[in-house]
């Protein structure tokens, strides 16, 4: 299977967004890289340098600067009433508005990626592996010929109605629930699909391609390799997801091989009882009052804290002697050393955690956040709080998190259970399958 004994492929990674979303396709990229394939990222320059110590080449869109501007200007949860802050109509709005701003980045980037692709690809020998929203890749997949894997890094991205925590109804089997899931997602791909078809089309008949009517809800799923980058404990597989779609795990990265651990983690890790870890993401800039909740927190329970923002601007200005400030951690390198962490729900915060066995307590703020948190909750793992009850009275849940036993065996039995995998392994061997496509393709 490994290219040492076959002829070294061309794979073009592509994924836009923050950390959390680069970090899973660096972990594939790297285990392909050692198996002597040539590996490109396509994505932010913010990741160039990252990409080039792994010893991957590199093609950046855009700016490091505009990505982390666009970032500080992300939805700001609010500790009001409602779900995670906001009542529903409000959270519904609110997401409506986020797929308008973000539909214009995806459909921004469409003609430059396929030109891109088109100008490094190597007829015959080049696989694409990309995320869902990467609607240039999909692109140049079908009129390039080129076997394209796509990577789906949440379950949420698999609309089902069999299964769907973060949808705002109750869990159930039942017909009734089906159907009103079947409508939810109807509803909401039925506005995906008006925002990105008539952009996307125009630029398929531009390049002689028949026009598509369901981009977001059916056609950004690759026909040949669908990548789901978490476990079937997490997410079991339903009858309604796509055919190809294969689970691999969670491929854990954290930039810990790339970063030295800062000094100020180790003196305050040994200077007194493991802390809890508080992060709302590597870029959320609008989240000062999740961490002013959270000191509240530590005091109250008289435990320490390490508080993890890249945004100095979130975190109160002064703190007291056992909680620490810090603007990124390696989080593998401080999760086997705390009692618990409180999170937005990212999914690959939670898998780093799954992986330390670290108990969660998760304050979902948008977007799949609100699904991983239920998942979360259900395999046992941990607790999931709205953002209005945290700010509120978050040393309650906090503490019946670190006092539970069942969650402590569920979290210690999950981490045993992902040590024996390896996400990124099994992620490249299935992309090495798409080998043969390319012959009969060629």
Same mark, same amino acid.
């Given at each position: 299977?490994?290219?040492?004994?076959?002829?070294?492929?061309?794979?073009?990674?592509?994924?836009?967004?923050?950390?959390?979303?680069i970090?899973?396709?660096?972990?594939?990229g790297?285990?392909?890289?050692?198996?002597?394939h040539?590996v490109?990222?396509?994505?932010?320059?913010l990741?160039?340098e990252?990409?080039r110590?792994?010893?991957l080449?590199?093609?950046?869109?855009g700016?490091?600067?505009?990505?982390?501007d666009?970032?500080?200007?992300?939805?700001?949860?609010?500790c009001?009433?409602?779900?995670?802050?906001?009542?529903?109509?409000?959270?519904?709005?609110?997401?409506?508005?986020?797929?308008?701003?973000?539909?214009?980045?995806?459909?921004?980037?469409?003609?430059?990626?396929?030109?891109e692709?088109?100008?490094?690809?190597?007829?015959?020998?080049t696989?694409?592996?990309?995320?869902?929203?990467?609607?240039?890749?999909?692109?140049a997949s079908e009129?390039?010929?080129?076997?394209?894997?796509?990577?789906?890094?949440?379950?949420s991205?698999?609309h089902?109605?069999?299964?769907a925590?973060?949808?705002?109804?109750?869990?159930?089997?039942?017909?009734?629930?089906?159907l009103?899931?079947?409508?939810?997602w109807f509803?909401?791909?039925?506005?995906?699909?008006?925002?990105?078809?008539?952009?996307?089309?125009?630029?398929?008949?531009?390049i002689g391609?028949?026009?598509?009517?369901?981009?977001? $809800?059916?056609?950004?799923?690759?026909?040949?390799?669908?990548?789901?980058?978490?476990?079937?404990?997490?997410?079991?597989?339903?009858?309604?997801?796509?055919?190809?779609t294969?689970?691999?795990?969670?491929p854990l990265?954290?930039?810990?091989?790339?970063?030295e651990?800062p000094k100020?983690?180790?003196?305050?890790?040994?200077?007194?009882?493991p802390?809890?870890?508080?992060?709302a993401?590597?870029?959320?800039?609008?989240?000062?009052?999740?961490?002013?909740?959270?000191?509240?927190a530590c005091l109250k329970?008289?435990?320490?804290?390490?508080?993890?923002?890249?945004?100095?601007g979130?975190?109160?200005?002064?703190l007291?002697?056992?909680?620490?400030?810090?603007?990124?951690?390696?989080?593998?390198?401080?999760?086997?050393?705390?009692q618990?962490i409180v999170?937005?729900?990212?999914?690959g915060?939670?898998g780093?955690a799954?992986?330390a066995?670290?108990p969660q307590?998760?304050?979902?703020?948008?977007?799949?956040?609100?699904?991983?948190?239920?998942?979360?909750?259900r395999?046992?793992?941990?607790?999931q709080?709205?953002?209005?009850?945290?700010?509120?009275?978050?040393a309650?849940?906090?503490?019946?998190l670190?006092?539970s036993?069942?969650?402590a065996?569920v979290c210690r039995?999950?981490?045993?259970?992902? $040590?024996?995998q390896?996400?990124?392994?099994e992620?490249?061997?299935l992309?090495?399958?798409?080998?043969p496509?390319?012959?009969?393709?060629?």
């Amino acid at each position: 299977m490994h290219a040492g004994r076959r002829r070294a492929l061309t794979i073009l990674l592509v994924s836009f967004g923050g950390p959390g979303d680069i970090y899973p396709m660096l972990a594939v990229g790297q285990t392909l890289r050692k198996r002597s394939h040539r590996v490109i990222l396509i994505s932010n320059p913010l990741f160039e340098e990252l990409a080039r110590r792994l010893d991957l080449e590199f093609v950046g869109f855009g700016s490091a600067q505009h990505l982390v501007d666009s970032m500080a200007g992300a939805a700001r949860p609010s500790c009001g009433n409602g779900i995670s802050g906001f009542p529903l109509r409000q959270r519904i709005i609110r997401g409506l508005d986020r797929w308008r701003r973000r539909s214009r980045g995806m459909l921004g980037t469409m003609r430059w990626l396929y030109a891109e692709i088109e100008k490094i690809h190597v007829p015959g020998e080049t696989i694409l592996v990309a995320r869902g929203n990467a609607f240039g890749a999909r692109i140049a997949s079908e009129k390039l010929r080129i076997p394209l894997a796509t990577v789906h890094l949440q379950p949420s991205m698999f609309h089902s109605e069999y299964d769907a925590p973060g949808l705002p109804i109750s869990q159930g089997a039942g017909l009734l629930r089906r159907l009103t899931r079947r409508g939810l997602w109807f509803a909401s791909d039925q506005y995906g699909d008006w925002l990105l078809a008539a952009e996307m089309n125009r630029f398929r008949a531009e390049i002689g391609l028949s026009p598509v009517r369901h981009p977001f $809800s059916k056609w950004l799923h690759s026909p040949y390799l669908i990548l789901g980058m978490f476990p079937d404990w997490f997410a079991p597989p339903q009858p309604d997801w796509p055919h190809s779609t294969r689970l691999v795990g969670f491929p854990l990265f954290d930039e810990r091989v790339t970063r030295e651990i800062p000094k100020e983690l180790e003196s305050f890790m040994r200077s007194g009882q493991p802390p809890v870890i508080f992060t709302a993401g590597s870029f959320h800039r609008n989240s000062g009052q999740f961490f002013e909740a959270s000191v509240k927190a530590c005091l109250k329970l008289g435990i320490r804290g390490l508080l993890l923002s890249g945004s100095r601007g979130c975190i109160p200005e002064k703190l007291p002697a056992t909680v620490l400030h810090l603007s990124f951690v390696p989080l593998s390198a401080a999760l086997p050393q705390s009692q618990a962490i409180v999170h937005h729900g990212g999914i690959g915060t939670a898998g780093l955690a799954f992986a330390a066995g670290t108990p969660q307590l998760v304050v979902p703020f948008a977007d799949d956040q609100h699904e991983n948190a239920a998942r979360i909750e259900r395999a046992g793992a941990g607790i999931q709080i709205p953002l209005a009850e945290f700010c509120t009275d978050a040393a309650t849940r906090l503490q019946e998190l670190m006092r539970s036993q069942p969650i402590a065996e569920v979290c210690r039995s999950l981490a045993v259970r992902i $040590s024996t995998q390896n996400a990124a392994n099994e992620a490249a061997d299935l992309i090495e399958q798409l080998r043969p496509i390319i012959r009969e393709k060629a």
